[in-house]
């Protein structure tokens, strides 16, 4: 049963457009979302958070949205640039579980010069 | 500041055999944690410590998997005997767990890349 889904495996875009990375989850219980990028042979970065309470938090080029009431989320890259290309993981934290972080499959995301 | 440091980068051994795993966490982060992960898949927690305690192994294989945490710093990770299906990354993280919600950020370490054969 997978509670946090990445739909789409991979996306390509071109430089200087935006990119849209898109989370969608089941669990009523999560309080936390995080967004990770990962780079071939390294671990998960951290990229950027929303807490349950928020629909928006802005940090630089990246931007994410959530709406709760459709339990969906959204990574905005913009402008998206070459080295943006990497895998994307949204997770998220179950409040009532050890706050044990539940993540998607991952977005590979190619951006295009 | 220095991030989570895991060794070896890459292991390659045969079926049945043992392989162990370490991690030391970024300095003066209490919660650590394994992951698995297999190609194409997310992360996958293999174990939870809080300083030396395990907080959650309900996904370990506790069968062939172990992993210790002495003193609250350092982290191994064994698999024995290793089964072909273990071939994966293993991911070591770790987070200071302050209570708030961005002191629970985990960050992860280079990952070390197991080939059973």
């Known amino acids: 049963d997978q509670q946090v889904k990445q739909n789409s495996p991979s996306l390509s875009v071109q430089e200087g457009r ?16 995080l967004w990770y990028k990962k780079y071939p042979a390294e671990g998960p970065t951290f990229l950027i958070s ?5 629909d928006k938090n802005e940090d630089g080029r990246f931007t994410v949205f959530l709406n709760k009431s459709a339990k969906h989320l959204s990574l905005h890259i913009v402008p998206s640039q070459p080295g943006d290309s990497a895998v994307y993981f949204c997770a998220a934290r179950n409040a ?18 | ?10 292991k390659i051994i045969e079926k049945r055999q043992s392989v162990a795993f370490w991690c030391n966490p970024i300095s003066g982060h209490a919660t650590l944690y394994w992951y698995q992960q297999i190609l194409g898949q997310g992360p996958k ?11 959650d192994d309900s996904q370990l294989p506790k069968d062939r998997f172990s992993a210790e945490r002495l003193k609250g710093v350092d982290s191994t990770l064994k698999i024995q005997p290793a089964k072909l299906e273990d ?5 070591c993280a770790s987070s200071w767990s302050g209570g708030s919600l961005s002191t629970d950020t985990q960050y992860f370490g280079p990952g070390t890349r197991l080939t059973v054969l």
Do not use: H
């Open chain 2, 1 to 10: 500041e220095a991030g989570v440091a895991q060794s070896p980068r890459y």
């Open chain 1, 18 to 33: 935006i990119s849209i990375l898109n989370c969608d989850y089941t669990n009523s219980m999560f309080d936390y979302f």
């Open chain 2, 45 to 55: 927690l293999l174990i939870q410590f809080q300083n030396n305690g395990v907080v």
């Open chain 2, 87 to 91: 071939s994966a990354v293993y991911l």
């Open chain 1, 50 to 54: 929303i807490s349950s309470i928020k």
């Open chain 1, 96 to 113: 009532g579980n050890n706050r044990k972080l539940i993540w998607g499959l991952g977005t590979s995301l190619a951006v295009n010069p």
